[in-house]
């Protein structure tokens, strides 16, 4: 399976961005996919993760900043970003498995850079 991200960048603080996240060589339906991210030393960190039915979890950290949403037809994930804080500044990972329930996905994109400057 591989995950594309695009829409990454950099942004001024109270700005938006959209990153996307397309699927592709998966024999099974994608029950399970989220986005994480990774700030410079820190540890990886769920933003948030949407499953097919469109149940949704965030991290606690972007609740009521942060929108996912999935088309299950053009296999595809979105994380829209409003109120960008600088503490938003990380690698945004697209993340992916085919079974639920599960913590994680065992899919990983490559990474997209967002840059929050205040």
């Known amino acids: 399976v591989q995950l594309v991200e695009s829409g990454g960048g950099n942004v001024q603080a109270g700005g938006s961005l959209r990153l996307s996240c397309v699927a592709s060589?998966?024999?099974?339906?994608?029950?399970?996919m989220g986005w994480w991210r990774q700030a410079p030393g820190k540890q990886r960190e769920l933003v948030a993760s949407i499953l097919y039915g469109g149940t949704t979890k965030y991290g606690e950290s972007v609740k009521g900043r942060f929108s996912v949403s999935r088309d299950n037809t053009q296999k595809t994930v979105t994380l829209q970003m409003d109120s960008l804080q600088p503490s938003d500044t990380a690698v945004y990972y697209c993340n992916a498995n085919d079974t639920i329930p599960v913590e994680v996905g065992a899919y990983w994109g490559q990474g997209t850079l967002v840059t929050v400057s205040s």
């Open positions: 060589g998966n024999r099974f339906t994608l029950m399970y």
